[in-house]
């Protein structure tokens, strides 16, 4: 039986063997949520970048570019990182370069995996189904906030583990702190992240719809993956209008 299991921030991602394994790498606030609707909405490509400097870099030679820090889009891009900037036709076929607080740190951290695929809640799934499709050792790894540990990113992973663990051996810590708080948030997903660090830190940027969006099951049916260090679209896009 495969096995799933979640790293619970990227600070303890060199304690994870990642060479064989699919890594579902989630930032529910919101990078990978962002990822999974520009996908969605058309999107031809996303390359995460860790750095201010290598986005400017692409973003000069003529890609798109999207670039986060503390929750604010930087000046002179494109894009910040709100999913609702990324609903527009005007993004279909385009290259887009990003980089975010911390999940593009998560995305470039696990380069070595054997594939790298994007989850939210926003295609979970979507993602269910792939992994269900292309069997493999599992591990999730939760973006976290500049190396700790989140509620909303682990709360992810343990929804995720409820979907497959009849088909995966989940004998972990990790994956059972993940799975027991999936199991005590209740259904208001919106309630029981309400107290939580990065909660307190969007509600000051006043991005209240953000975060319901990002809370939201099932809006897409794509998985976004890593190939060639490029996110490209496995999936349905949404029609143009
Ligand atoms: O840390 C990240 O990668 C971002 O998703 C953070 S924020 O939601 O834009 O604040």
Known sequence: MYSIDVCLTPELLHLYPVEGKT????DILRATSVMTTAIAHGIKEIIPVKTIAECKDLKDAGYLAAAERNGEMQEGFDFGNSP??????EIRGKSLAITTTNGTVAIKSSEEAAEIIIGSFLNISSVKNYILDNPNDILILCAGW???VNLEDTLFAGALIEMLRDDFELNHDGALIAHSIYINAGDDKLKFLHGCSHFKRLAKLNIQKDI???LEHDVYDVVPIVKEGKIIEVGELVPIK
């Open 212 to 214: 319901e969006f990002c």
């Open 146 to 148: 500049k190396g700790r």
């Open 23 to 26: 890594v579902v790498v989630v």
């Open 84 to 89: 609702f900037s990324y609903m527009v036709d």
